[in-house]
């Protein structure tokens, strides 16, 4: 009888205010996407799916750029550190956006995404890859972060509304597949790609317009809570009923006010910088993951990102199967001890390989594998305790408190990268001149050897005058002290090298290669030991993060958890049956 009193109260309701999507033109409804009655379960997924696909298109977009750095770098013939700087500036801008979409919580969420991935889709499928130089290209990457910086606080929040705490932690997983998801897709389709289609920008228009048929499905299909149902704090799918019957009274204006006061506290703060700095080694490995493994173990494009396929793969399984077992557990920081101690151990030991050059290729991936799954377990819980975190403070701000760790992780983003040039200082030649360095030696390998193997002051002189007979003595007798070959070989193997040089291409490449070779030689020797300090950064941005864990809402041990939830069912029965008993003077 209580229940039925409910439900017809609410459909009083809703027959009074109407229904926003019904007796409407389509074209408004595809702007006014609220919904007034919590969907059920299948709907439920359906615009989580949509939610989770529009992730990973978006992140597919903004990862592009990461899959051929070394090609952007040498097509617009400028410096690596001046192609950070763009990542740095547009890390930037997306903090800011980030701020901007706390403005979620009073405007919605769900054009907000759809409107960034139409918008990241045209700039990316037309934009970029038309850049006319790279002051055009770094301009269009900022507007790109702008998107990404909205779209960061925006798609968690709608997570957030379809999925009530008992359920976070995989629903959570919706969202967290997007950026793996859009990683690995990025490495997957690039690996088989780029020996066929050599351009750099083909990648850029692949993603593009596949981020354009996403958005039409995100434009027709996706919806969101209505402000009074968002607002309010369901913990099982069983508040449904108490959410809906509250809905009629919530004051929007009142529960909204002074936002960033209501969010600035320690808990948010402190767990978001914890997270964020903590993730400073998964953002270098998204973005120069490839050009690290062609300048410290001469990696390509294709087999660098064929490993990176490896790591994504493996941490979608992990942020899946996380946060099922931490629903079902209903806890979310023991998972956080464990990813972090889990990706330390790995950090370590891909540091340690920085100094073995003959390191395996599968010996990577299960480095990879081990650090992916363990990234996997501390996002999914994080993002998960952090929300609730933020809904005990109040959770018609669910969008402020996003856009608090939106900003901090962007922040900390732009100025890791910010340092980065000056710790691995051996990236500049490298970037630049190892992919047209190691075109050369493999098309002239026996060539390349050979002069590598005389001094540079009589390869120097040789070029100049190519017949002095001491500079052609000097040079047998250096091929062959260190090629270990006799003094007939020496000659034959010089010969080699003259006749390519009297070649025009092949003078050409000679001449590149000594004009950059040395440079690139030199920082081949000292890119190990950079990179091995960068990855120590990472490792103590890691151990930073475990004291924050306390911070974050939420119970050790399950059996807390349990009676926590059995206290809130009691809370909740009695609300409802105060709420459904008639009032004096009111009818029953």
Known sequence: MAMTSLHQSRFHLLRQNGDPSSGRPVIHRLWNRTLDRYPDTAARYRYLGIVGLAAVVLYYGYYVPAAVTPDIIAHYHRSFPFF???????????????????????????????????????????????????????????????????????IPALVRD?????????????????????????????????NHLHAWQDQFIIAGLVGLVVSVVAILGLRELSPRLRDQLMVTLRDRALVEAKAAGVDIDQVVAHPWRQMLHL??????????????????????????????????????????????????????????????LRVRKPFM??????????????????????????????????????LGFVFVSWLAGFTETVERRNPALIATG??????????????????????????????????????????????????????????ATLASTPTNAAAVSTAVSEISANLHVSSATA?????????????????????????????????????????????????????????TIFLVKGRWRPSRARRDEEEHE?????????????RPGQAA
């Open 491 to 547: 000659l034959q193997r010089l010969v080699a090298v003259s006749n390519v040089a009297n070649t025009t291409a092949g003078r050409a490449d000679l001449a590149y290669l000594q004009s950059y070779g040395p440079a690139a030689q030199k920082a081949q020797g000292v890119a190990p030991g950079e990179w091995r300090r960068w990855w120590w950064v990472g490792l103590g941005c890691q151990v930073v993060f475990l004291p």
């Open 402 to 459: 996003l856009a608090v760790w939106g900003w901090v992780l962007r922040a900390a983003v732009s100025l890791s990268f910010l340092v980065l040039p000056f710790v691995v200082t051996s990236m500049t030649p490298l970037v630049e001149h190892g992919t047209q360095l190691q075109a050369i030696q493999a098309r002239y390998p026996a060539e390349v050897a050979t002069l590598q193997s005389i001094d540079a002051g009589t390869a």
């Open 337 to 374: 001890v464990i990813g972090a101690l889990g990706t330390m151990a790995a950090t370590v030991l891909f540091a340690l390989r920085t100094s073995h050059p003959d390191t395996g290729y599968y010996t990577f991936v299960w480095i990879m594998a081990v650090m992916a799954v363990f």
């Open 267 to 328: 808990d948010v703060i402190g767990s978001s910088i914890g997270l964020s700095v903590f993730l400073v080694m998964y953002y270098t490995i998204i973005a120069f993951f490839v050009a690290y493994m062609g300048a410290t173990f001469g990696y390509t494009e294709q087999r660098a990102n064929s490993l990176g396929n490896w790591m994504w793969i493996f941490n979608i399984g992990a942020v899946v199967v996380l946060g099922v077992v931490s629903d079902r």
């Open 84 to 154: 950070v700087y763009i990542v740095v500036v547009g890390n930037a801008v997306g903090a800011f956006a980030s701020l901007f979409a706390g403005l979620a919580d009073r405007w919605g969420r769900a054009n907000m995404v759809v409107g960034g991935l139409v918008v990241s889709s045209c700039l990316v499928a037309f934009g970029m890859p038309n850049a006319p130089n790279l002051w055009v290209y770094a301009v269009l990457y900022a507007m790109l972060g702008f998107v990404e910086g909205v779209c960061l606080v925006a």
């Open 570 to 582: 009691r809370l909740v029965q009695e609300e409802l049956a105060a709420l459904s008993t008639p």
């Open 162 to 194: 379809f999925s009530p705490q008992m359920g976070r932690g995989a629903a959570m997983s919706f969202y967290a597949i997007g950026p793996v998801a859009g990683a690995l897709v990025v490495a997957e389709v690039s690996s088989h790609t780029l």
